[in-house]
């Protein structure tokens, strides 16, 4: 199963190894990519060859061609019994427009031409059923590159999508290809899913490589709830591992070193066994309380993506879950799921969580997530401030309202906590700008609840909570307090729009810095203005499970945090050994600093004083 590295926020210093090591490895084995979950794993190689990683490679012997065209119609008829039923359940839950999309791709299953295309790339090219699905695409790439007509470039997108329901039952790979691996398994893919994570999840996985993404993709996400170490944006290392080679994988200075040799391999067993030995070490502060050096208590919960890392948040000692996301259930589900599925998913991952306490935060599809049954936003020009979030969920009602339905459900049948206390479950809005999309969720509450109230179904009651990721939310924020039960601050998206620079375009990715003058100064404000009018306000970013972002964010007066379960028992270690005077005056002589690099310079430093021996858990 997937491995969960307690305490695996550590972050190993290892600066004097890796110049050591680096001089000794030869380049073509080490490749830097950007690191996204901490901590060192060695391990065996899986290869997940996406359909348009390596266009044409697979070549077939001339006496398997009528096994491999029959293994591509079985494929088809699959597909085509897949997409029937989910336009079936599209239509039926959301209405005959969201259903249109999956009888396009019922034609496209059905096209004798294209169809006859692949049948001939098999048959005379000896293309593997996969090759000729990636030659598929890469023809009609050709076709309609030139083309700046949206139909036509929604036709490409069709034409991938249904290539990729193919690919997924052509060789069911994900469930069975590691099969033959043992130990440690190094995932190694040109971008993770969450579907393709739940099929892994019976696999001894360490670590994970990813070509694409970065701080804050799927894959990366997914790791460090997990606590696996990882690192994304490794350019071409599909090129350079084969499943079965040995990985190493440094998810603190965001290298992979593909088949070491001996005496680089056995450094990085040391530094592998040290990580393991310092995260058993914290592992006793389960069960302590979280404060600080002088006695303040504070929250410490978990982002999650399910019920398994909910109970991962428990492992860990999260006081609660600060923040569920949903769209992992639709992102990873095979078709629309119903209310009832979706009640008795979240009746379950409340009832797992650390004191059945849970933030549910409503779908946050959009940007660079995106279900077919909502239509598309890549298109857009710019997706990730265009059509998304609660602004989608605004566009169906009666999809959102299912939604709403099922968490107020959830609430009100969910268990006692061991000491006889009462659950606490809110909703979440994601992406609030203004004062009038409050009060438009407000009337989607009170609607939900008089539904349910005439349909004689229990609910609970639920805190109304906003996210705030708009910078005009932020700036408004004393104004948006009223209408609101809490806050939560997601910081991922704060910091991209305050920048204007998109976090996983390399280029302008180093402007999406955290510890930067003006994000300091703007978190500062929405804490003091929350604390101000007794709101509770949660910080629910990467930058909760970050040692130099958290002391900043102390020393604000924020005492709640939801950061990956992993994080915990490092971040309350460090809690640990830092006053609230002390965190204060690191918070204002940050804010004198005109640098990101002034900033983390200086807060490294502070930590290293404050705590040094907690240098292993220290970005340097």
Known sequence: ??????????????????????????????????????????GT???IHEVFVHPGREVI???DIAAE???????????????RLLQTKVQRQIGKEAAAIFSTHESILQDPALVGKVRTWISQDLFSAPAALAKLVEYYQGIFHKSRDEYLRERLTDIRDVVERLSSFLSDALQTGSDALTGSVIVVADELLPSQVVMLGSKAVHGIITQAGGQTSHAAIIARSRGIPAVSGVTHILRQAKTGDTVIVDGRDGHVIVNPNAEVLAAYRKLEREFVDLRDHLAHNRDQPAITADHESLDLMANINGIGDAQSAVRMGASGVGLYRTEYLYLAHTSVPSEQEQFEIYRDVVNAAPNHRVTIRTLDIGGDKSVPFLGRTQFEANPFMGWRSIRLSFEHPAFFLQQIRAILRAAGTVELTDEGKCSQVDILFPMVTNLEEL???????????????????PYGKVGFGMMVEVPAAAIMIDQLLPAVDFVSIGSNDLVQYLMAADRDNPKVSHLCQPLSPAVIRLLESVVRACNSQGKPVTLCGEMAGQPQAFVLLLGMGLRRFSMSPAFVPSIKELASHISLPVAKQVLASAMRQKTNRKIHRMLTEQLLRLAPNLRPIIMQ
Do not use: W
Not at 12 to 29: G, P, Q
Not at 69 to 83: G, I, M, P, T, Y
């Open 69 to 83: 065209l029959a293994r591509f119609e079985n494929a088809r008829k699959q597909s085509l019994h897949d997409v």
């Open 61 to 63: 012997q001339r006496q």
């Open 45 to 47: 190689a899986y290869c």
């Open 1 to 42: 199963m997937l491995r969960e590295s307690g305490g695996i926020g550590l972050l190993l210093n290892m600066e004097s190894f890796t110049c050591v090591a680096t001089s000794k490895v030869e380049s073509k084995r080490m490749r830097k990519g950007i690191a996204v979950s901490p901590g060192v794993a060695i």
């Open 439 to 457: 009060r438009r969720l407000r009337a989607f509450m009170r609607k939900a609840e008089q539904q349910l109230r005439m349909e004689h179904k």
